[in-house]
């Protein structure tokens, strides 16, 4: 229910305008979000890199309105890559294709595509394509296999989620193909028609897919902060004589830095991935909504202001 009330917010612009202006929501997402500028988030990058870990710099932001706004977001993720070089920074860069024009024109969305997959190229990165909601799933899988992966094979990677029932059927494609995926459990709100609604059949579909990618992926990105799942991709991992080089777990800014630690001191990979920009309502609601503990956290600061007064 809280969810669901939180995932729904997430989608209300209205909301963001009235949020943007508090300083405690601030405060809170500052926890999830590495600053509003690229120049803020580059010190967490290197702090990341300086522990051993890599990172994948996001510029926040979705759903744009107008073409020039989805051509300025493909213009600062170019910056972006440009910027990881010259600071010599172990990282990539994570994209979403409502930003880049999707629901505008998805020539645009491609064009845009292009030009950061261009100078990904050129500078020897890497760009991963996030996964939205399940209403741009078929459009995202179908830009990526059938005009980004063709000509960018190992520079650009995609996501899937493990809620969604028909992913079993896209990672066995994937896998087949030699793309490389990145897992998570999935984090929008979606009908049942499309997505399990029980917690323990997205866990089992996420076990499942994750030893699919694990046997027959390439370098596949395990992204999830669930002990569970973690332990078991370990043990399967070790069963099936496939070393640590092979794979990477991937976790969020601000989410359980001890197990990103841990896993880096027992020999495995670890990206974050690294969120900024002005543009944080909608990725911070989703991650209050995965974890009602972080809403508790902020009721109990908004009382505690309220009493010193
Ligand atoms: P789960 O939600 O079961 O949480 C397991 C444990 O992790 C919790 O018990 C808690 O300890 C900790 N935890 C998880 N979320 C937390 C939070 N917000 N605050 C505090 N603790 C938390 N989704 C998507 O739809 N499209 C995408 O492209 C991506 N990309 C992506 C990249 C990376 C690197 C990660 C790690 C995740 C994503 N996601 C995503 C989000 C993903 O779908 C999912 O919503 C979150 O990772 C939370 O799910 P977990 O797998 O961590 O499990």
């Given at each position: ?105 998805a020539g645009l969305c491609a064009e845009n595509l292009r030009r950061i997959l261009d100078r990904a190229r050129d500078v020897g990165s890497f760009v991963r394509i996030d996964m939205e909601s399940s209403a741009h799933t078929e459009r995202t899988l179908g830009l990526f296999e059938g005009e980004l992966f063709p000509v960018y094979r190992d520079r650009v990677g995609i996501v899937i989620q ?148």
């Open positions: 229910m809280l969810r669901a009330s939180l995932l729904y917010l997430s989608e209300q612009p209205r909301v963001f305008s009235f949020v943007r202006g508090s300083r405690l929501a601030w405060y809170v997402a500052s926890r999830f979000v590495a600053g509003e500028t690229l120049d803020a988030a580059v010190p967490k990058v290197r702090d990341l890199n300086g522990r051993g870990i890599t990172a994948s710099l996001d510029l926040l932001g979705e759903s744009v309105t107008a073409a020039a706004e989805a051509r300025t977001a493909a213009a600062t993720v170019v910056q972006m890559l440009d910027r990881i070089v010259a600071e010599r920074l172990d990282c990539n860069v994570s994209v979403k294709l409502t930003q880049m024009g999707l629901d505008l024109d493990s809620y969604l029932r028909r992913s079993a059927a896209d990672i066995e494609r994937l896998a087949a193909l030699g793309a490389r995926v990145r897992l998570c459990k999935g984090a929008y709100k979606e009908p049942e028609a499309v997505a399990f609604p029980r917690k323990a059949d997205v866990n089992r579909s996420y076990a499942e897919l994750m030893e699919v990618l694990l046997q027959r992926g390439n370098y596949p990105a395990l992204a999830t902060h669930d002990p569970a799942l973690i332990a078991r991709a370990r043990r399967f991992a070790e069963a099936s004589g496939i070393a640590a080089s092979r794979f990477e777990f991937q976790m969020l800014y601000g989410i359980r830095r001890d197990l990103q630690e841990e896993l880096k001191r027992a020999g495995y990979n670890v990206r974050v991935y690294v969120p900024f920009g002005t543009h944080w309502y909608p990725y911070f609601m989703r991650r209050l909504a995965e974890r009602p503990a972080n809403v508790a956290f902020i009721l109990g600061n908004v009382l505690k202001e309220s009493v010193r007064r």
